[in-house]
């Protein structure tokens, strides 16, 4: 019954910005993290936030730390990326998941999550 959804993705010049949303619904309860992944073509899908609602704790990746914000809405049951100063390399499709944190809560292997969105697509152009 669990469900994620995300939205908020676009096309935007590169230096601009854009907010996704994850909107989730069903028993969250005991998948307390929540990532988001990204994946262009030609490449692994890689996990660039991370968030354990349990302690509000994040973790980012490289390539995306001090650009990129994971935050929640607990009202609304969402989780929001908000992306700035975006470039080119940013372009791929972004994905939320979302498990059960264990003690490496902050590493975003794909596999360990069991749940996931559709996607949505952010393009950056130069």
């Known amino acids: 019954q669990v469900q994620l959804v995300e939205s908020g993705g676009g096309s935007v010049q590169a230096g601009g910005s854009l907010r996704l949303s994850c909107a989730s619904s069903g028993d969250m309860s005991k998948l307390n993290c929540i990532s988001w992944f990204r994946q262009s073509p030609g490449k692994q899908r890689e996990g660039v936030a991370v968030m354990d609602t349990g302690v509000d704790t994040t973790s980012y990746s490289d390539s995306v730390k001090g650009r990129f914000t994971i935050s929640r809405d607990a009202a609304k049951n969402t989780v929001n990326l908000q992306m700035n100063n975006l470039t080119p390399e940013d372009t791929a499709m972004y994905y939320c998941?979302?498990?059960?944190?264990?003690?490496?809560?902050?590493?975003?292997?794909?596999?360990?999550?069991?749940?996931w969105g559709q996607g949505t697509e952010v393009t950056v152009s130069s």
């Open positions: 998941a979302a498990r059960s944190c264990g003690a490496s809560w902050s590493r975003m292997q794909p596999s360990w999550y069991s749940y």
